[in-house]
């Protein structure tokens, strides 16, 4: 996580890769590959992508748009 606050400090954008698969009832289900705390369940895949975007922010304390998300893979 600090390594990811310092790049942004430095006005870098890091990237967050998103590992997606089937989760309950119909949703995706998202983990992000380099933090691995941060897990969301979302109906579509730009849901996924929104909601992994504000709770990176949350746990970076930054904005959801100083950085880039990626869905890396579909499992």
């Known amino acids: 996580m600090e390594a990811g ?6 006005g870098e954008r ?9 989760g309950f009832g119909g949703l995706l ?9 941060v897990s969301v369940l ?3 895949r730009s849901d ?3 909601a992994a975007r504000e709770e990176i922010a949350v746990q970076l304390g930054v904005r ?8 890396d893979a579909l499992e």
Do not use: G, M, N
């Open 5 to 10: 606050r310092r790049k942004i400090a430095r």
């Open 14 to 22: 890091p990237l967050y890769s998103l590992a997606v698969s089937d």
């Open 29 to 37: 289900e998202a983990r992000c590959i380099e933090l691995p705390t």
């Open 42 to 44: 979302a109906r579509s």
């Open 48 to 50: 996924v992508v929104r």
């Open 64 to 71: 959801d748009d100083d950085f880039e998300v990626a869905v």
